[in-house]
Protein backbone atom coordinates (compact mmCIF):
# COMPACT_ATOMS: atom_id res chain seq x y z
CA UNK A 1 0.00 0.00 0.00
CA UNK A 2 1.39 3.48 -0.36
CA UNK A 3 2.45 5.19 2.99
CA UNK A 4 -0.27 6.44 4.59
CA UNK A 5 1.14 10.08 5.02
CA UNK A 6 0.23 13.21 2.64
CA UNK A 7 2.65 13.40 0.02
CA UNK A 8 4.94 16.08 -1.11
CA UNK A 9 2.10 17.33 -3.93
CA UNK A 10 -1.04 17.58 -3.40
CA UNK A 11 -2.57 19.95 -6.11
CA UNK A 12 -3.00 18.85 -9.53
CA UNK A 13 -4.47 20.44 -12.93
CA UNK A 14 -7.13 17.25 -12.86
CA UNK A 15 -8.51 13.95 -10.84
CA UNK A 16 -8.89 10.97 -12.00
CA UNK A 17 -10.70 8.28 -9.68
CA UNK A 18 -9.78 4.38 -11.44
CA UNK A 19 -7.29 3.26 -13.53
CA UNK A 20 -8.87 0.75 -15.73
CA UNK A 21 -8.41 1.39 -19.31
CA UNK A 22 -11.06 3.92 -19.56
CA UNK A 23 -9.61 6.05 -16.65
CA UNK A 24 -5.83 5.41 -17.75
CA UNK A 25 -6.74 6.63 -21.09
CA UNK A 26 -8.81 9.97 -20.11
CA UNK A 27 -5.43 10.37 -17.83
CA UNK A 28 -3.17 9.68 -21.47
CA UNK A 29 -5.31 12.75 -23.09
CA UNK A 30 -4.93 15.29 -20.70
CA UNK A 31 -1.38 14.12 -19.82
CA UNK A 32 -0.39 15.03 -23.72
CA UNK A 33 -2.76 17.75 -23.60
CA UNK A 34 -0.07 19.51 -20.70
CA UNK A 35 -2.74 19.52 -18.10
CA UNK A 36 -0.83 17.98 -14.26
CA UNK A 37 -3.01 15.22 -14.13
CA UNK A 38 -3.45 12.75 -10.78
CA UNK A 39 -4.68 8.99 -11.36
CA UNK A 40 -5.93 7.04 -8.52
CA UNK A 41 -6.20 3.72 -8.29
CA UNK A 42 -7.56 1.87 -5.04
CA UNK A 43 -5.62 -1.39 -5.93
CA UNK A 44 -2.44 -2.68 -6.58
CA UNK A 45 -1.53 -2.50 -10.00
CA UNK A 46 -1.65 -4.78 -11.90
CA UNK A 47 -4.62 -6.42 -10.60
CA UNK A 48 -8.13 -8.21 -11.51
CA UNK A 49 -10.68 -6.93 -9.44
CA UNK A 50 -12.45 -4.76 -12.06
CA UNK A 51 -13.04 -4.86 -15.69
CA UNK A 52 -9.50 -3.90 -17.42
CA UNK A 53 -7.61 -7.26 -16.40
CA UNK A 54 -7.29 -10.19 -18.96
CA UNK A 55 -5.44 -10.76 -22.01
CA UNK A 56 -8.10 -10.33 -24.98
CA UNK A 57 -10.93 -8.33 -25.97
CA UNK A 58 -12.26 -8.19 -29.24
CA UNK A 59 -12.49 -4.74 -31.58
CA UNK A 60 -14.74 -4.62 -34.45
CA UNK A 61 -15.44 -1.85 -36.58
CA UNK A 62 -19.26 -3.43 -37.07
CA UNK A 63 -21.36 -2.07 -34.74
CA UNK A 64 -25.29 -2.01 -34.97
CA UNK A 65 -25.63 1.67 -33.22
CA UNK A 66 -24.41 4.45 -35.85
CA UNK A 67 -23.08 6.39 -32.68
CA UNK A 68 -20.60 3.96 -31.75
CA UNK A 69 -19.97 2.52 -35.66
CA UNK A 70 -18.91 6.33 -36.20
CA UNK A 71 -16.57 6.47 -33.22
CA UNK A 72 -14.31 3.27 -34.61
CA UNK A 73 -12.51 5.02 -36.85
CA UNK A 74 -11.33 6.97 -34.32
CA UNK A 75 -10.41 3.81 -32.36
CA UNK A 76 -8.69 2.20 -34.60
CA UNK A 77 -6.55 5.24 -35.33
CA UNK A 78 -5.72 6.11 -31.39
CA UNK A 79 -4.89 2.55 -30.71
CA UNK A 80 -2.36 2.70 -33.58
CA UNK A 81 -0.86 5.96 -32.18
CA UNK A 82 -0.21 4.16 -28.84
CA UNK A 83 1.24 0.97 -30.67
CA UNK A 84 3.46 3.85 -32.27
CA UNK A 85 4.64 5.28 -29.33
CA UNK A 86 5.39 2.30 -27.38
CA UNK A 87 7.09 -0.11 -29.93
CA UNK A 88 4.36 -2.77 -28.78
CA UNK A 89 2.02 -4.79 -30.57
CA UNK A 90 -1.74 -4.44 -29.10
CA UNK A 91 -3.74 -5.70 -31.75
CA UNK A 92 -3.71 -8.66 -34.14
CA UNK A 93 -6.19 -8.77 -37.08
CA UNK A 94 -8.53 -12.21 -37.25
CA UNK A 95 -11.77 -10.91 -38.36
CA UNK A 96 -15.32 -11.25 -36.87
CA UNK A 97 -17.98 -13.09 -38.08
CA UNK A 98 -21.96 -12.22 -36.97
CA UNK A 99 -23.88 -14.98 -37.02
CA UNK A 100 -27.57 -14.83 -36.51
CA UNK A 101 -31.30 -15.54 -38.11
CA UNK A 102 -30.97 -13.83 -41.80
CA UNK A 103 -32.82 -9.90 -41.71
CA UNK A 104 -32.28 -9.94 -37.81
CA UNK A 105 -32.15 -5.63 -37.49
CA UNK A 106 -28.96 -5.53 -35.67
CA UNK A 107 -27.42 -8.11 -37.78
CA UNK A 108 -28.49 -6.21 -41.31
CA UNK A 109 -27.29 -2.57 -38.98
CA UNK A 110 -23.91 -4.38 -38.49
CA UNK A 111 -24.23 -5.14 -42.38
CA UNK A 112 -24.58 -1.74 -43.63
CA UNK A 113 -22.39 -0.36 -40.89
CA UNK A 114 -19.68 -1.97 -42.63
CA UNK A 115 -20.90 -1.42 -46.38
CA UNK A 116 -20.48 -5.17 -47.25
CA UNK A 117 -23.01 -7.35 -49.09
CA UNK A 118 -21.42 -10.58 -48.54
CA UNK A 119 -23.54 -13.10 -46.63
CA UNK A 120 -22.38 -16.38 -45.87
CA UNK A 121 -24.70 -19.18 -45.50
CA UNK A 122 -23.97 -22.53 -43.64
CA UNK A 123 -22.22 -24.29 -46.48
CA UNK A 124 -20.03 -21.51 -47.51
CA UNK A 125 -18.82 -20.86 -43.57
CA UNK A 126 -18.30 -24.47 -42.87
CA UNK A 127 -16.39 -24.68 -46.48
CA UNK A 128 -14.10 -20.90 -45.28
CA UNK A 129 -13.73 -21.72 -41.90
CA UNK A 130 -14.29 -24.76 -41.02
CA UNK A 131 -14.61 -25.22 -37.23
CA UNK A 132 -17.91 -23.20 -37.05
CA UNK A 133 -21.23 -25.08 -38.22
CA UNK A 134 -24.16 -22.93 -38.47
CA UNK A 135 -27.83 -24.14 -38.30
CA UNK A 136 -29.60 -24.68 -41.58
CA UNK A 137 -31.75 -20.97 -41.79
CA UNK A 138 -29.00 -18.86 -40.17
CA UNK A 139 -26.39 -16.58 -41.50
CA UNK A 140 -22.86 -14.85 -41.41
CA UNK A 141 -21.42 -11.60 -42.26
CA UNK A 142 -17.63 -10.65 -42.32
CA UNK A 143 -15.99 -7.96 -40.78
CA UNK A 144 -12.56 -8.44 -41.66
CA UNK A 145 -11.44 -5.39 -40.33
CA UNK A 146 -11.76 -6.53 -36.61
CA UNK A 147 -9.65 -8.69 -34.03
CA UNK A 148 -8.07 -9.16 -30.68
CA UNK A 149 -6.81 -6.59 -28.21
CA UNK A 150 -4.01 -7.62 -26.30
CA UNK A 151 -5.87 -6.14 -23.11
CA UNK A 152 -3.28 -6.61 -20.18
CA UNK A 153 -0.22 -5.40 -22.58
CA UNK A 154 -2.57 -1.88 -23.74
CA UNK A 155 -3.72 -1.36 -20.23
CA UNK A 156 0.48 -1.25 -19.20
CA UNK A 157 1.35 0.49 -22.31
CA UNK A 158 -1.19 3.49 -21.87
CA UNK A 159 0.00 4.02 -18.23
CA UNK A 160 3.56 4.49 -19.58
CA UNK A 161 2.73 6.59 -21.97
CA UNK A 162 0.84 9.00 -19.09
CA UNK A 163 3.54 8.57 -16.76
CA UNK A 164 6.17 9.50 -19.54
CA UNK A 165 3.79 12.62 -20.46
CA UNK A 166 4.40 13.43 -16.81
CA UNK A 167 1.41 11.84 -15.48
CA UNK A 168 1.41 10.85 -11.74
CA UNK A 169 -0.41 7.53 -11.37
CA UNK A 170 -0.90 6.30 -7.37
CA UNK A 171 -2.01 2.88 -6.53
CA UNK A 172 -3.36 1.42 -3.71
CA UNK A 173 -4.67 4.29 -2.51
CA UNK A 174 -8.36 3.94 -1.96
CA UNK A 175 -10.99 7.35 -2.39
CA UNK A 176 -12.35 8.06 0.88
CA UNK A 177 -14.32 10.94 0.85
CA UNK A 178 -14.92 13.35 -2.27
CA UNK A 179 -15.62 17.33 -1.43
CA UNK A 180 -17.58 19.40 -4.30
CA UNK A 181 -17.11 22.98 -4.77
CA UNK A 182 -14.65 25.14 -7.21
CA UNK A 183 -11.78 23.01 -6.33
CA UNK A 184 -12.22 19.68 -5.42
CA UNK A 185 -10.93 17.88 -2.97
CA UNK A 186 -10.16 14.37 -2.83
CA UNK A 187 -9.45 12.01 0.61
CA UNK A 188 -8.02 8.88 0.18
CA UNK A 189 -6.49 6.21 2.70
CA UNK A 190 -2.93 7.89 2.04
CA UNK A 191 -3.40 12.08 1.66
CA UNK A 192 -5.70 14.77 0.43
CA UNK A 193 -5.63 16.21 -2.98
CA UNK A 194 -6.69 19.37 -4.57
CA UNK A 195 -7.89 19.81 -8.59
CA UNK A 196 -10.50 22.32 -10.21
CA UNK A 197 -11.75 19.38 -12.43
CA UNK A 198 -12.42 15.64 -11.19
CA UNK A 199 -13.12 12.35 -13.37
CA UNK A 200 -14.90 9.50 -11.88
CA UNK A 201 -14.15 6.40 -14.11
CA UNK A 202 -14.15 3.72 -11.34
CA UNK A 203 -16.11 1.17 -13.01
CA UNK A 204 -18.32 -1.13 -10.85
CA UNK A 205 -17.55 1.31 -7.84
CA UNK A 206 -18.84 4.22 -9.73
CA UNK A 207 -22.27 4.32 -7.97
CA UNK A 208 -21.10 4.49 -4.43
CA UNK A 209 -18.61 7.51 -5.06
CA UNK A 210 -21.13 9.63 -7.15
CA UNK A 211 -23.98 8.68 -4.39
CA UNK A 212 -21.56 10.98 -2.10
CA UNK A 213 -22.59 13.84 -4.62
CA UNK A 214 -25.86 13.38 -4.83
CA UNK A 215 -26.42 11.25 -7.49
CA UNK A 216 -27.86 8.23 -8.40
CA UNK A 217 -27.04 6.78 -11.39
CA UNK A 218 -28.92 3.27 -12.81
CA UNK A 219 -25.66 1.03 -12.46
CA UNK A 220 -26.01 -2.76 -12.42
CA UNK A 221 -22.37 -4.07 -11.67
CA UNK A 222 -22.36 -8.14 -13.03
CA UNK A 223 -20.67 -10.69 -12.22
CA UNK A 224 -19.66 -13.18 -15.68
CA UNK A 225 -18.16 -16.24 -16.13
CA UNK A 226 -15.48 -15.71 -18.44
CA UNK A 227 -15.12 -19.63 -20.02
CA UNK A 228 -12.54 -21.38 -21.94
CA UNK A 229 -12.97 -24.79 -23.84
CA UNK A 230 -11.18 -27.15 -25.05
CA UNK A 231 -10.46 -29.04 -28.42
CA UNK A 232 -11.94 -32.67 -28.76
CA UNK A 233 -8.87 -33.25 -30.44
CA UNK A 234 -6.20 -30.87 -30.49
CA UNK A 235 -5.42 -29.13 -33.83
CA UNK A 236 -8.51 -30.66 -35.32
CA UNK A 237 -11.17 -27.90 -34.68
CA UNK A 238 -9.46 -25.06 -37.11
CA UNK A 239 -10.02 -22.82 -34.13
CA UNK A 240 -6.02 -21.48 -33.50
CA UNK A 241 -4.66 -18.21 -33.25
CA UNK A 242 -5.57 -17.29 -36.81
CA UNK A 243 -9.34 -18.35 -36.63
CA UNK A 244 -11.91 -15.04 -36.49
CA UNK A 245 -13.91 -13.96 -33.68
CA UNK A 246 -17.76 -14.14 -33.32
CA UNK A 247 -20.62 -12.59 -32.00
CA UNK A 248 -24.24 -13.56 -32.48
CA UNK A 249 -27.14 -11.83 -33.08
CA UNK A 250 -31.01 -11.90 -32.10
CA UNK A 251 -30.61 -15.94 -31.23
CA UNK A 252 -33.45 -16.90 -29.27
CA UNK A 253 -31.72 -19.63 -26.71
CA UNK A 254 -29.19 -16.97 -26.52
CA UNK A 255 -31.45 -13.16 -26.34
CA UNK A 256 -28.03 -11.40 -24.70
CA UNK A 257 -25.62 -12.31 -27.17
CA UNK A 258 -22.49 -15.04 -26.87
CA UNK A 259 -18.52 -14.21 -28.07
CA UNK A 260 -15.63 -15.97 -29.04
CA UNK A 261 -12.37 -15.07 -29.19
CA UNK A 262 -9.40 -17.75 -30.92
CA UNK A 263 -6.90 -19.64 -28.93
CA UNK A 264 -4.56 -17.14 -28.16
CA UNK A 265 -4.65 -16.93 -24.40
CA UNK A 266 -4.50 -20.70 -23.55
CA UNK A 267 -3.13 -22.50 -26.33
CA UNK A 268 -5.89 -25.09 -27.65
CA UNK A 269 -8.72 -23.21 -25.70
CA UNK A 270 -11.25 -21.35 -27.05
CA UNK A 271 -12.61 -18.35 -24.86
CA UNK A 272 -16.54 -18.53 -25.70
CA UNK A 273 -18.21 -16.48 -23.15
CA UNK A 274 -22.19 -15.04 -22.39
CA UNK A 275 -22.34 -11.45 -22.71
CA UNK A 276 -25.04 -11.22 -19.61
CA UNK A 277 -24.31 -12.52 -16.02
CA UNK A 278 -25.54 -12.54 -12.19
CA UNK A 279 -25.83 -9.32 -10.32
CA UNK A 280 -22.90 -8.86 -7.61
CA UNK A 281 -21.14 -6.09 -4.96
CA UNK A 282 -17.70 -5.56 -6.41
CA UNK A 283 -16.35 -5.73 -2.97
CA UNK A 284 -17.15 -9.65 -2.85
CA UNK A 285 -15.80 -10.08 -6.13
CA UNK A 286 -13.42 -12.22 -5.52
CA UNK A 287 -15.15 -14.61 -3.02
CA UNK A 288 -15.90 -18.07 -4.37
CA UNK A 289 -18.75 -18.62 -6.61
CA UNK A 290 -21.85 -20.00 -5.62
CA UNK A 291 -21.85 -23.76 -6.11
CA UNK A 292 -25.91 -22.81 -7.02
CA UNK A 293 -26.47 -24.15 -10.74
CA UNK A 294 -25.43 -21.60 -13.72
CA UNK A 295 -27.55 -20.96 -16.56
CA UNK A 296 -24.72 -19.08 -18.74
CA UNK A 297 -22.50 -22.66 -18.54
CA UNK A 298 -26.21 -24.36 -19.56
CA UNK A 299 -26.34 -22.02 -22.52
CA UNK A 300 -22.70 -22.02 -23.96
CA UNK A 301 -22.77 -25.81 -23.44
CA UNK A 302 -25.63 -25.92 -25.74
CA UNK A 303 -24.26 -23.33 -28.23
CA UNK A 304 -21.06 -25.27 -28.38
CA UNK A 305 -22.99 -28.40 -29.32
CA UNK A 306 -24.50 -26.80 -32.10
CA UNK A 307 -22.31 -23.96 -34.05
CA UNK A 308 -18.75 -25.58 -32.72
CA UNK A 309 -18.79 -29.09 -32.62
CA UNK A 310 -15.00 -29.46 -32.51
CA UNK A 311 -15.12 -28.11 -29.07
CA UNK A 312 -15.55 -29.82 -25.64
CA UNK A 313 -19.11 -28.90 -23.78
CA UNK A 314 -17.38 -28.18 -20.62
CA UNK A 315 -15.82 -25.04 -20.08
CA UNK A 316 -11.77 -26.20 -19.42
CA UNK A 317 -10.98 -23.17 -17.24
CA UNK A 318 -13.27 -20.78 -16.10
CA UNK A 319 -12.56 -17.33 -14.80
CA UNK A 320 -14.64 -14.02 -13.91
CA UNK A 321 -15.09 -10.06 -14.72
CA UNK A 322 -16.92 -7.65 -14.18
CA UNK A 323 -19.68 -5.61 -16.36
CA UNK A 324 -21.24 -2.79 -15.19
CA UNK A 325 -24.41 -1.92 -16.77
CA UNK A 326 -26.66 0.66 -17.63
CA UNK A 327 -30.52 -0.22 -18.40
CA UNK A 328 -29.43 0.94 -22.31
CA UNK A 329 -26.47 -0.64 -22.55
CA UNK A 330 -25.21 2.77 -23.88
CA UNK A 331 -22.07 4.59 -21.65
CA UNK A 332 -22.34 7.33 -19.46
CA UNK A 333 -20.11 9.87 -20.10
CA UNK A 334 -20.97 13.03 -18.87
CA UNK A 335 -20.78 16.16 -16.58
CA UNK A 336 -22.49 16.06 -13.31
CA UNK A 337 -25.54 17.87 -13.35
CA UNK A 338 -25.08 20.07 -10.57
CA UNK A 339 -20.64 19.97 -10.29
CA UNK A 340 -20.17 20.72 -14.46
CA UNK A 341 -16.07 20.43 -12.90
CA UNK A 342 -17.04 16.76 -12.19
CA UNK A 343 -17.16 14.31 -15.31
CA UNK A 344 -18.24 10.96 -14.91
CA UNK A 345 -17.73 8.05 -17.09
CA UNK A 346 -19.00 4.74 -16.41
CA UNK A 347 -21.46 1.82 -17.31
CA UNK A 348 -19.50 0.56 -20.09
CA UNK A 349 -22.07 -2.58 -19.70
CA UNK A 350 -19.04 -5.10 -21.24
CA UNK A 351 -18.33 -3.40 -24.86
CA UNK A 352 -16.42 -0.79 -23.73
CA UNK A 353 -12.62 -1.50 -23.85
CA UNK A 354 -12.30 -1.72 -27.53
CA UNK A 355 -13.47 2.22 -27.38
CA UNK A 356 -11.21 3.53 -24.72
CA UNK A 357 -8.93 5.74 -26.68
CA UNK A 358 -12.37 7.52 -27.43
CA UNK A 359 -14.26 7.70 -24.38
CA UNK A 360 -10.56 8.92 -22.66
CA UNK A 361 -10.79 11.41 -25.37
CA UNK A 362 -14.55 13.05 -24.93
CA UNK A 363 -13.78 12.34 -21.01
CA UNK A 364 -11.21 15.21 -21.71
CA UNK A 365 -12.51 16.97 -23.64
CA UNK A 366 -15.42 17.13 -21.43
CA UNK A 367 -13.63 18.08 -18.39
CA UNK A 368 -11.68 20.97 -20.24
CA UNK A 369 -14.72 22.62 -21.19
CA UNK A 370 -14.12 22.03 -24.98
CA UNK A 371 -16.89 20.87 -27.92
CA UNK A 372 -17.08 16.97 -27.55
CA UNK A 373 -15.66 15.22 -31.03
CA UNK A 374 -18.34 12.97 -31.54
CA UNK A 375 -22.03 13.03 -30.82
CA UNK A 376 -22.98 12.77 -26.91
CA UNK A 377 -26.99 12.59 -26.58
CA UNK A 378 -27.07 9.04 -26.32
CA UNK A 379 -24.49 9.28 -22.95
CA UNK A 380 -26.15 12.06 -21.34
CA UNK A 381 -26.98 11.12 -17.51
CA UNK A 382 -30.50 12.93 -18.01
CA UNK A 383 -31.56 10.19 -20.22
CA UNK A 384 -32.57 8.28 -16.87
CA UNK A 385 -35.43 9.88 -14.69
CA UNK A 386 -34.57 10.41 -11.08
CA UNK A 387 -31.12 10.42 -10.99
CA UNK A 388 -30.47 13.50 -9.13
CA UNK A 389 -31.33 13.76 -4.83
CA UNK A 390 -29.35 10.57 -3.30
CA UNK A 391 -28.55 10.91 0.04
Known sequence: MAAPS?????????????????????????AQRHKDTLLLEQFLLPHSRGSSHGQSRIIRSAYPQEYYSRMMPDSFRLWQQLEAETGTTLYRQTGLLLLGPPGEPELEACRRSLGVDEVLDAAALAQRFP?????????AVLDSTAGVLFADRALRAVQEVFRRHGGTLRDGEKVLRIEPGATVTVTTTAGVYKAPRL?????????????????????????????????????????GSVTPCFLTLGLSQAPHGIYGLP?????????????????????????APSTAPRPDITILSSFISSYLPGLETQPAVMETCLYT??????????????????????GFSGHGFKLAPVVGK????????????????????TRFPGVLGAA
Open 6 to 30: QPQKSTYDVIVIGAGIQGSFTAYHL
Open 131 to 139: GFQLPAGQV
Open 199 to 239: IITAGAWTGAFVEQLGLRLPLQPLRIDVCYWKEKQPGSAGL
Open 263 to 287: SIEYPGLMKVCHHHGSPTDPEKRDQ
Open 325 to 346: NTPDEDFILDRHPKFSNIVIGA
Open 362 to 381: LLCELSLGEEPSHNMAHFAI
